[in-house]
């Protein structure tokens, strides 16, 4: 870097730059051909998840999987939470296949250390739990979180959640045009809440929501954590949400990061202060927004508490694809769900009502459990379309009879799992 603290090859970044470049990279449009899945993973204790791994333990275990000849990208959260990131698949088998493929090599190293991967929204039972990764991202997260209270570090240290990475979509309008996607993946998005919520419990007490993770990111910072309104055009309203957000930290040479308060990135383009911005700076400033749909070239959906067993998680990314990128089941899931944006009103995920309903209720909220129900049937007969394995239909219907027929979700039975 140079002694300015611009990256190397940087120069200044003008405000108009920065919109077209926006523009250019979050919606990268074409016919929906790949999809890719990150899995989060809490790391407990084989014999007994109620005892805290204590972190030289946890941070050998990690260090062992690293050395794993793995084919998805491995990394690990503030807390000790692992974290597999696939490749972009072309196929929803491709992509569930070479995940579970890591996923066995991953427990096979962590069994003999008497580790386990654990898949909740939140850690039941250990809270709050220290970072084990100190690095100036996470100092400078940990300080600009803290102004809102102690939800920021709950979500960094004890949270983990499925996200499922689909294409942006077609240009042109239509079932699958990204207009229609982005849209989509916001009224949907309060349906995989309510379905898959799996996170009653923090610190060993209810915390009175079915999904405890979703409740934390509502009491983030509002405009980091918040979507833009999914009824604008998507390019100009990301790139104006972005613009709009205040910037968390700004990268140095040396010693911590500057964490300033209140200043956007659109006020840093215009004052230069505390340094020019530069392109290498908006891109890592959007790594610092948390939407529940997060536009980055395709669509990162994030609102997905982590799964329980051991192929738990491969549920929500069939269903998602299934309804995502079947033309058909992509029409009549929209048709389903659309009314649902009555209930969202004006107000922005995940703070509006339809969400907050979703996080607490789960699929008692009638409405919910009515769309829900559409969404697994037509998933179901969508997924052989897009060549799902027998297996994964037995899957997704064992989870639909389980759970979206009676109007449950994986919390409501969490009880008995926990006892």
Not at 57 to 69: G, I, K, Q
Not at 229 to 237: H, I, L, M, N
Not at 367 to 388: D, K, M, N, S
Request: negative net charge; aromatic residues 6%; proline residues 10%.
């Amino acid at each position: 870097m140079s002694s300015s603290g611009i990256p190397r090859g940087g120069r200044p970044l003008s405000e108009t730059e920065a919109e077209d470049l926006l523009r250019c990279i979050c919606f990268k449009t074409g016919p929906p051909r790949t999809v890719g899945v990150e899995l989060e993973w809490l790391v407990h204790e084989l014999r007994d998840p109620r005892l805290p791994v204590r972190p030289p333990r946890l941070a050998a275990a990690l260090d062992t999987v690293r050395s794993l000849p793995l084919v998805s990208s491995l990394t690990f959260e503030p807390g000790g939470q692992l974290e597999l990131s696939s490749r972009p698949a072309g196929s929803l088998m491709e992509c569930l296949d070479s995940l579970a493929a890591d996923l066995r090599a991953v427990r096979s190293a962590l069994g003999p250390l008497g580790l386990t991967l654990s898949g909740y929204g939140v850690d039941p039972w250990h809270a709050p739990r220290g970072r084990v990764l100190h690095e100036p991202r996470y100092d400078a997260m940990e300080t600009a979180l803290d102004r809102t209270g102690p939800a920021g570090r709950a979500m960094m240290c004890e949270s983990a959640s499925v996200q499922i990475c689909l294409d942006a979509g077609l240009e042109e309008p239509g079932p699958l045009g990204y207009h229609r996607r982005w849209r989509l993946a916001h009224l949907l998005g309060a349906v995989l809440v309510a379905a898959f919520a799996n996170s009653p419990l923090h610190g060993g007490r209810p915390t009175g929501w079915r999904s405890t993770r979703q409740s934390l990111w509502t009491d983030l910072d509002p405009r980091r954590a918040l979507a833009p309104s999914p009824d604008g055009e998507p390019r100009a309203e990301w790139a104006a949400h972005v613009l709009d957000t205040p910037v968390m930290c700004v990268r140095a040479d040396e010693g911590p990061w500057a964490v300033p308060e209140g200043l956007t990135f659109r006020e840093w383009l215009r004052t230069g202060l505390p340094r020019p911005a530069d392109v290498d700076d908006l891109r890592y400033h959007m790594t610092t927004l948390f939407p529940p749909v997060r536009p980055r070239g395709h669509l990162e959906l994030r609102m997905v508490d982590a799964q329980p067993g051991t192929d738990g998680w491969m549920v929500p990314v069939a269903v998602t694809t299934a309804v995502f990128d079947d033309p058909e089941a992509a029409e009549t899931v929209y048709r389903a769900v659309k009314p649902l944006a009555e209930r969202a009103g004006d107000g922005p995920a995940p703070r509006n009502p339809l969400w907050l309903s979703a996080a607490r209720d789960g699929l008692a909220d009638p409405e919910l459990h009515a769309a829900a129900r559409t969404v697994f049937a037509t998933a179901l007969e969508a997924l052989p379309r897009i060549g799902a394995s027998e297996e994964v239909r037995r899957a997704v219907a064992a989870f639909q009879e389980r759970y979206v027929v009676p109007g449950n979700c994986p919390a409501d039975d969490f009880e008995a799992v926990a006892s």
